[in-house]
């Protein structure tokens, strides 16, 4: 049977704790990055990977919106509405500024509509994949 | 504002390509392959699913 040195069992103790006490807190780094794209790792002074973050999400986003795409607001109607909702609510700020400036209505002529529709929603969906990313970094689960 | 087709499937797939390359690798050396990868996937699969369809419809 395999037992453990003293030091062994201590780091692992206090590896379990410092990943507990991390599970509860690192949210905010979440909540962070989600509501301010690239934040969660400014927070953590991962500069270059932030700023690339922020750059591809509000660059995608924009571009979106430049494209006419089209913002989904809460509904419980369509479902594909609702999952589009969702994908365009998980670009944080980008969404709750869009949406109180009136922006984001589709324009039907425009065939590029669908592109920019599809970007916005893609804009969220990766801003939410950086911030759980970053979660992990804080973790220490990721470098 | 109005891009081409081709210009829109490359920006998207430079964004995304990179977010992946970040999020999903550790190493530098990693994330830059990977997103190098991910960058030929989305558009070669962009331009093989364009070709698949112009078979099936070519009118």
């Given at each position: 049977?395999?037992?453990?040195?003293?030091?062994?069992?201590?780091?692992?103790?206090?590896?379990?704790?410092?990943?507990?006490?991390?599970?509860?807190?690192?949210?905010?780094?979440?909540?962070?990055?989600?509501?301010?794209?690239?934040?969660?790792?400014?927070?953590?002074?991962?500069?270059?990977?932030?700023?690339?973050?922020f750059?591809?999400?509000?660059?995608?986003?924009?571009?979106g919106?430049?494209?006419?795409?089209?913002?989904?607001?809460?509904?419980?109607?369509?479902?594909?509405?609702?999952?589009?909702?969702?994908?365009?609510?998980?670009?944080?700020v980008?969404?709750?500024?869009?949406?109180?400036?009136?922006?984001?209505?589709?324009?039907?002529?425009?065939?590029?509509?669908?592109?920019?529709?599809?970007?916005?929603?893609?804009?969220?969906?990766?801003?939410?994949l950086?911030?759980?990313?970053?979660?992990?970094?804080?973790?220490?689960?990721?470098? | 504002?109005?891009?081409?087709?081709?210009?829109?499937?490359?920006?998207?797939?430079?964004?995304?390509?990179?977010?992946?390359?970040?999020?999903?690798?550790?190493?530098?050396?990693?994330?830059?392959?990977?997103?190098?990868?991910?960058?030929?996937?989305?558009?070669?699969?962009?331009?093989?699913?364009?070709?698949?369809?112009?078979?099936?419809?070519?009118?």
């Amino acid at each position: 049977m395999k037992t453990m040195a003293p030091s062994d069992t201590v780091a692992h103790q206090s590896s379990t704790a410092a990943t507990t006490a991390g599970s509860l807190s690192g949210w905010w780094v979440v909540v962070l990055g989600w509501l301010f794209p690239g934040m969660g790792y400014f927070a953590q002074r991962k500069w270059v990977r932030g700023a690339l973050v922020f750059i591809c999400v509000v660059g995608m986003f924009v571009l979106g919106l430049a494209l006419s795409g089209q913002l989904y607001g809460f509904n419980t109607g369509d479902l594909l509405a609702i999952l589009g909702w969702v994908g365009d609510i998980c670009a944080g700020v980008l969404y709750f500024i869009t949406r109180s400036v009136g922006g984001g209505a589709a324009v039907a002529h425009n065939v590029m509509g669908d592109y920019g529709t599809t970007m916005m929603i893609s804009a969220g969906l990766l801003n939410i994949l950086a911030a759980s990313d970053a979660r992990d970094v804080f973790l220490g689960l990721k470098k | 504002m109005s891009i081409s087709h081709l210009t829109a499937v490359v920006l998207f797939a430079l964004f995304a390509s990179v977010v992946f390359g970040i999020t999903l690798r550790e190493e530098l050396r990693e994330q830059v392959r990977y997103g190098c990868i991910a960058f030929a996937w989305f558009l070669g699969g962009t331009v093989a699913a364009g070709w698949i369809l112009y078979f099936l419809n070519p009118h």
